[in-house]
């Protein structure tokens, strides 16, 4: 298994949420951490959060000249994962071309970018992971967009892990986690507003981010996994 101790691992969409459980997860690793993020302000509270020593890049995944940028600074990126993109809600017939753009844009836009320009430093050993989300497979109504672009993106990875052989190349599934998103969507009745879904879970509760961060790392230190969906989801898809 691959150590991450001394290793440049870069967490796109590290600001907040998994993104940055999962940059403070590497940090106890032992890596050198690098973030990036849209929002400066909530960028440089989490690069102050995960050390004095972490880098951070104000960008969004979509722009690859940016994403080149970041990559040339950092000079050798062993390993990457991306946590960009959202869920926009509208029905189908309201989805504009544009709204379908954006989606695709930040995921799977972001992804080729991060092929070009972060696998262009990487070693061998490296891996890239991608965060899609259950929509892939189970679209909720009004979200058609979102869902398009977590199934493309799935798609995408798996045609990166057969390009990039050797280096490593995976999904992450997440299920419903406990994040800035549900705030920014439900607010005081966060936990109202899960309990149907959460009730339904075999395991009654929503994920922490810190375990999703876990599987990441798995996903980036076992040198035997490729091209596979990983979810974590409390039972949700079963
Ligand atoms: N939370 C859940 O229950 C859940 C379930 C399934 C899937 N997911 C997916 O998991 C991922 C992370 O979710 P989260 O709940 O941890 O969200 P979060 O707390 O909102 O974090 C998202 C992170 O990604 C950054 N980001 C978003 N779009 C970006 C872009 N185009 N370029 C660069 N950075 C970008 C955000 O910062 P800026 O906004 O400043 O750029 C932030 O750092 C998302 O893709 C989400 O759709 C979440």
Redo the contacts with the bound molecule.
Sequence with gaps: MESLVGRTVVV??????????TALAARDAGAHVA?????PD??AR?AATVGPDTRSYA????DGDAVEAMCADLGVIDHLVS?????PAAPIGETTHDLVVQAL???VW?ARNVCVSAVARMPEHGSLTF?????AVRPRAGRAA?AVA?AALESLVRAMALELAPIRVNTI??????????D?AFGANKHEATRAFVEGLPIKR??R?EE?AHAVLFLMTNTYVTGTVLNVDGGALM
């Design positions: 796109l969409g590290g600001s907040s949420g998994m993104g940055l459980a973030i990036a993020a849209r929002t909530r960028l989490a960008l969004d995944g979509a946590f960009t993109g959202d869920q844009d930040a995921r972001t965060c899609s989300g259950l929509s979102g977590t599934r997440p299920g419903a986690f406990d994040t800035p998103v549900l920014r929503l994920g981010p999703l």
